[in-house]
């Protein structure tokens, strides 16, 4: 849904004085509210000037502005469409990592689309380094890597959940 520059937060009023009319949502109450307009990534969102999620736009509504050193709406419920007000709270980067990781939405290793490594081959890169002479440039020309990479992977800068044995 594309709106004119302010008109998004008076779309959302309309959204929950419409809800309230009907009886389905009481603030602070009640099970997920789903926005059934416009969405990007997931997260309802209102155009206009600037794109705002409509997650964020209920909590400042509700709770006011973000307050300092927590600028993440987040939600509560695990469901990234839900605008209910109970479900939502403000935190700060660590709370935003710690529910990714939670709802399984935290990507790593092999997870990310432009991951060139396996698993397997950051632990060979690991064992080859530590046990010959192999430097860490023809190691970065053998995995088709950086020689930077190599040394974050050695230093365990990267992939540095992954321990001695592949997750199964």
Known sequence: MVCKPGEG????????ESDALLGNYVAG???????????SHGYGRVEGFHTIQVHRLTLEAHAGPAPDGKP???HSCRNKHC???QHLRWG???????DRVRDGTHLQGEDIH???LSESEVLE???????????????ASDYGVSQSTISLIVNRKFWSWLKDEIRK
Not at 29 to 39: M, S, T
Not at 92 to 98: G, S, T
Not at 125 to 139: E, F, G
């Open 83 to 85: 605008n209910s007000v």
């Open 114 to 116: 432009q991951s060139r």
């Open 29 to 39: 109450q009640g099970p997920c509210r789903l926005w059934p307009y416009g969405k």
């Open 72 to 74: 993440h709406a987040l």
């Open 125 to 139: 890169i690991r064992s080859k380094h530590a046990t010959s002479s192999v430097s860490q440039r023809q190691l």
């Open 92 to 98: 700060n980067d660590a709370d935003n990592a710690k």
């Open 9 to 16: 937060q008076e779309l959302l009023s309309q959204y929950i």
